[in-house]
């Protein structure tokens, strides 16, 4: 059973940053990805990055939110700049995903709330 724990979520102003962890159980991960659902909304894709460090984003989020892994501690990173209201949603953990291709993979992890103000 492959397991995600996230963490860092939490309650901002607009305009300030979070930044959000995700470990594995797994030590090697074809890629890892970020995906939200906002109250009333499907749930999308955030970003994604390979083992490799290939990444994908999301229009909504390009040039605000940067994606970053640590291999060898099976971690990778959402750093969120600039947080708008419309960020306000549960991130979840996924992995081994084809994110480029918007493909989710098979594990998620138990989401993190991250709420933002104006």
């Known amino acids: 059973q492959v397991q995600l724990e996230e963490s860092g979520g939490g309650s901002v102003q607009a305009g300030e940053s979070l930044r959000l962890s995700c470990t594995t159980s797994?030590?090697?991960?074809?890629?890892m990805g970020w995906y939200r659902q906002a109250p009333g909304k499907q749930r999308e894709l955030v970003a994604g990055i390979t083992w490799g460090g290939a990444t994908t984003y999301s229009d909504s989020v390009k040039g605000r939110f940067t994606i970053s892994r640590h291999n060898s501690q099976s971690t990778v990173y959402l750093q969120m700049n600039s947080l708008k209201p419309d960020d306000t949603a549960v991130y979840y953990c996924?992995?081994?995903?084809?994110?480029?291709?918007?493909?989710?993979?098979?594990?998620w992890g138990q989401g993190t709330q991250v709420t933002v103000s104006s």
């Open positions: 996924n992995i081994n995903g084809d994110y480029s291709r918007g493909t989710e993979g098979y594990y």
């Open positions: 797994e030590s090697f991960f074809s890629a």
